[in-house]
């Protein structure tokens, strides 16, 4: 009998895309999944700084690093609606979700039992966000790079630099100039 391909879905706005995030996919990858969709949300409502094409970009460019020998396929795609539609497009048997604190348990164990009401054959998998990578949001660094604070620990360059370059471009277009 042979096995089915494990397909996951690790889902998020990633704006932008954080160590902490790619600690999720490059063990999620390494270790869960024989393809993993990292799947960028719209999300319109969290009013990301940065657009759907800006995120997909930048993430695609940062998991380009990851393949390898055993590692799993990654493909980066856009997504928006209703999560277990997309896992079911996807032909996913998994959500792979990261966890940094109690408080992110919370909201995921609600909508983990949510999810397993709309489809039961999509099991939710928790990784806990590795030690140094806990404190690390895209929300607080995008904070701390606006009001000049060094986050090379928390992103890639690249990443750092289109934060830059976004600032910038704010800060110009708020004067008027």
């Known amino acids: 009998m042979a096995l089915s391909e494990r397909v996951g879905?690790?889902?998020g706005t990633f704006d932008p895309i954080t160590n902490g995030h790619m600690d999720i996919i490059s063990r999620a990858a390494t270790h869960l999944c024989d393809r993993l969709v990292v799947s960028v949300a719209v999300n319109v409502g969290k009013g990301p700084l940065f657009s759907l094409e800006e995120r997909v970009a930048?993430?695609?460019a940062e998991v380009e690093a990851l393949t390898g020998p055993g590692a799993a396929?990654?493909?980066?795609?856009?997504f928006s609606g209703l999560l277990m539609?997309?896992?079911?497009?996807?032909?996913?048997s998994m959500i792979v979700r990261g966890l940094r604190a109690v408080s992110d348990f919370e909201y995921e164990f609600q909508m983990t039992g949510m999810n397993?009401?709309?489809?039961?054959e999509v099991e939710t998998?928790?990784?806990m966000s590795s030690e140094r990578h806990q404190f690390i949001?895209?929300?607080?660094?995008?904070e701390i790079r606006e009001l000049g604070g060094d986050i090379s620990q928390f992103v890639s360059p690249r990443v750092m630099q289109a934060l830059d370059q976004k600032f910038t471009h704010t800060?110009?277009?708020g004067h008027g100039d």
């Open 116 to 120: 397993a009401r709309l489809n039961k």
């Open 137 to 142: 949001s895209s929300r607080f660094v995008k």
């Open 85 to 92: 539609h997309w896992a079911e497009e996807c032909g996913a």
């Open 125 to 127: 998998v928790f990784l």
């Open 58 to 60: 930048l993430v695609k």
């Open 171 to 173: 800060r110009r277009a």
């Open 9 to 11: 879905i690790y889902p």
């Open 73 to 78: 396929e990654i493909e980066v795609k856009p």
